[in-house]
Every structure is written in C-alpha cells, then in structure tokens.
C-alpha cells in the first residue's frame, strides 16, 4: 500500500516539471529561429 500512496502524490510536482520543462522548449525553439532569421537576414 505504501507504494500506492507514493505513486498517487507526486504529481503535482511533476506537472510543475513538465511546464518548466516546456517552457525552456520553447525558449529554445524561439532562440533557433531567431538564429535561423539571423542567418538569412545576413546572407542576403
């Protein structure tokens, strides 16, 4: 049963991680485009 009960709290924390985790996705993913414009806005 203990196992049970430890399995079922964490979840919140967890989400915490996952939006965290999304937020520096996406961070990065702006940061690669940015990049990628940056490129294109040079070589023409």
């Given at each position: 049963m203990s196992s049970e009960?430890?399995?079922a709290e964490p979840d919140?924390?967890?989400q915490a991680a996952?939006?965290?985790e999304r937020g520096a996705l996406v961070a990065?993913?702006?940061m690669v485009?940015?990049?990628v414009?940056?490129?294109f806005a040079v070589s023409t």
């Amino acid at each position: 049963m203990s196992s049970e009960i430890m399995d079922a709290e964490p979840d919140q924390p967890d989400q915490a991680a996952v939006e965290s985790e999304r937020g520096a996705l996406v961070a990065v993913l702006v940061m690669v485009l940015l990049g990628v414009a940056g490129i294109f806005a040079v070589s023409t």
